[in-house]
C-alpha cells in the first residue's frame, strides 16, 4: 500500500498530478480542493494517497488533507459508490462540508455533486449518517455531534424542519439549531437559529 507521496510536481491537470519520488513518477487522481491547494509544476508537493486495485488498473488517489483522505474512504465504501463519485463530491464541497451534510440528512445539496442523483445521495446519507463521527476531528467533531444532538431532540426536529420549510437547507438549518441549547423550546430555538442564520453563523 502506497500511504503517501513526498516529492516534485512534474505534471499537473485538473484531474491529476504526477510527482516524482526518487526518480519514479506517480499518477494521482486529485479532487479539485487538492488541485487548488497544490503548488505549480517543479514544486514541492505532500499527499496522501489510497491505492484502488482493480481488475484492469491500478489507481492512485491523492488528497493535500488526511480528512479528506478519511472522507473519500467512508464514501467509496457504500454499496455503487466508485472513486469517480467519490472525487466529484470532494470536489464539489470540503471535506467537512460533506460530513456536515451527510450528518444532517442533506442529501438534496449533495447532488450538486456531478454524477450524483438523489437517490444515490440519499442512500449516501442512510448508510453513513451514523458512521461520519468516527472520522470527523476537531472543530469537524464538534459540528457534527452539535448537528446529531439536533437530530436526536423533539423541539430541535421540529425548528428544523421549520427552518427548512422558510427555504434553509437542512444542513444549514441543522448547523444553526444544533448550537442551541436543545432544552429551549421550539419558538425560541427558530427564533435564536434566525439570528445566527443572518449573521452568517
Not at 472520522?135 to 457534527?144: L, N
Request: glycine share 10%; hydrophobic share 45%.
Amino acid at each position: 500500500m502506497i500511504a503517501s507521496l513526498n516529492g516534485k510536481i512534474i505534471q499537473k491537470d485538473e484531474n491529476s498530478v504526477v510527482i516524482e519520488c526518487s526518480g519514479v513518477g506517480y499518477r494521482c487522481f486529485v479532487t479539485k480542493n487538492t488541485y487548488y491547494a497544490l503548488g505549480g509544476t517543479g514544486e514541492s508537493a505532500f499527499l496522501y494517497t489510497c491505492l484502488i486495485v482493480r481488475e484492469d488498473a491500478f489507481d492512485l488517489y491523492g488528497f493535500s488533507k488526511s480528512g479528506e483522505l478519511d472522507v473519500f474512504k467512508l464514501i467509496t465504501s457504500v454499496n455503487g459508490v466508485g472513486a469517480k463519485i467519490g472525487l466529484a463530491i470532494l470536489s464539489e464541497f470540503d471535506f467537512e462540508k460533506v460530513l456536515l451534510l451527510i450528518a444532517s440528512g442533506d442529501a438534496k445539496s449533495l447532488t450538486a455533486a456531478s454524477g450524483v442523483g438523489i437517490k444515490l445521495a440519499q442512500r449516501i446519507v442512510l448508510e453513513l449518517k451514523d458512521k461520519v463521527g468516527s472520522v470527523a476531528t476537531g472543530e469537524a467533531f464538534s459540528t457534527v455531534s452539535a448537528v446529531g444532538n439536533a437530530n436526536a431532540n423533539t423541539s430541535a426536529k421540529e425548528a428544523i424542519e421549520a427552518l427548512v420549510s422558510l427555504g434553509y437547507t437542512q444542513s444549514e438549518a441543522s448547523l444553526a439549531v444544533g448550537k442551541l441549547d436543545g432544552s429551549l423550546p421550539t419558538d425560541d430555538l427558530i427564533r435564536g437559529a434566525l439570528k445566527s442564520l443572518a449573521r452568517g453563523i
